[in-house]
């Protein structure tokens, strides 16, 4: 679906063609306008414990599969955390919750959710993204996609919301640069969190993301040097909403809460209009081709990036373009069609071409 921008298009102009910044096209969401389980679909529980014993930060919950811990019901999705005692993978906790994986990853866009967070001393709720590439126990694309340990795969936390700093949400970004207590965060105070729903967005383009509640921009992220240090953000992250639990809890009164989610909404550009044939553009060569493609004019691109999607939008490889001259290895695709998308700024720059 993250190509659908590109897909409206290309059987238009067969050639690379410029387009022009439009409005953003919803390409994946989840209303929760259902009642039950979370629609299988779309949402991956991750329940595995990742050192066998527990969660990370410290957390004292299981994360469970089990529909008391994540459910919807009268239009919202409730991402419940109880104190009860549960076992599972041999070990016994005292409190439970739930952490969901989408099963869609996307590369660059806008993310809205409309949610309502839990209250009181010890809750941790978070709506935020990780690498699809990650390595990581029973996250949904790890078996398939992981090749990158955390923070490599690169971590952006959309909201957090810490119990003991009531009503204070915070963005943050975690890389190889900077991570765990990273110096790339910022946040601000907003009216009555667990009473009231609000709108936590994120817009991320190859350049920087900008972080804002209800409109309000609370941090930009746009590191002056962009590499694999600062910026693993040219390739697919996914979705996750969770409530954890921190030790701080035991010895309040806590029941039960959770964090209640109206709707998530993912946007990208839509380049269906506007699309402006570019006379100078260079095409591929050889295009068919058995090993190797070779684009030798990409000024225009040269600080953007560059993407492969086979012929089902699926993403196949990303990269930042450094210089102008482009060299492909295309000999590990299979045979068949590609498309190849130039990005920088608001220009797209998409070719067809054919892997023999």
């Known amino acids: 679906m993250k190509f659908l921008f ?3 298009f290309i059987f238009c102009f067969t ?8 409005n953003y096209e919803l390409v ?32 004292i919950q299981h994360y469970t599969d089990r529909i008391e811990n ?46 309502k967070l839990p209250f ?16 990581e126990p029973g996250g949904y ?26 009503n204070y949400i915070s963005s943050a970004i975690h890389t190889p640069s900077s991570y765990g207590g990273t110096v790339n965060v910022a946040g601000r105070y907003v009216s009555d969190v667990s009473n009231e729903f609000h709108e936590y967005t994120l817009e991320w383009d190859e350049q920087r993301m900008v ?8 941090y930009i992220y746009q590191p002056g040097t962009q590499n694999m240090e600062t910026w693993p953000f040219d390739a ?57 493609i070779t684009l030798v004019d990409a000024t225009d691109y040269v600080g953007g990036s560059a993407r492969i999607y086979a012929i089902d939008g699926t993403l196949m490889q990303s990269f930042k373009v450094s210089e102008a001259f482009i060299n492909l290895d295309m000999t590990p695709y299979s045979s068949g069609l590609y498309y190849i998308v130039l990005q920088f700024q608001q220009y797209y720059n998409t070719s067809k071409v054919i892997k023999l």
């Not at 001393?121 to 690498?131: H, Q, S, V």
């Not at 039960?256 to 095409?283: C, F, S, W």
């Open 120 to 135: 009181g001393l010890g809750t941790w709720p978070a709506i935020w993204m990780l690498g699809k590439n990650i390595i």
């Open 236 to 292: 697919d992250q996914y979705m996750l909403f969770n409530v954890a639990l921190l030790p701080e809890i035991i010895s309040t009164n806590f029941t039960e809460d959770a964090m209640e989610v109206d709707y998530i909404r993912i946007y990208q550009n839509n380049l269906g209009t506007g699309a402006l044939e570019d006379p100078t553009a260079k095409p591929w060569h050889p295009n068919p081709t058995l090993d190797n």
């Open 211 to 218: 972080f804002s509640v209800d409109n309000i921009v609370h």
């Open 28 to 59: 994946w969401s989840d209303e929760f306008d259902y009642n039950g389980a979370v629609d299988p679909e779309k949402w991956h529980h991750q329940t595995q414990l990742p050192n066998g014993q527990s969660w990370y930060n410290g957390e």
């Open 141 to 166: 694309f790890s078996s398939t996609y992981g090749t990158t340990y955390w923070p490599a795969c690169g971590e952006v936390d959309i909201m957090e919301h810490w119990g003991n700093n009531q």
């Open 70 to 115: 994540a459910f919807v019901s009268e239009g919202t999705l409730k991402v419940m955390a109880k104190r009860e005692t549960y076992t599972n993978q041999g070990v016994t906790k005292d409190f439970t919750s739930a952490r969901l994986n989408s099963k869609f990853s996307f590369t660059y866009g806008k993310i809205i959710t409309k949610a």
């Open 15 to 22: 050639q690379t063609h410029h387009a022009q910044r439009s």
């Open 6 to 8: 590109a897909l409206c």
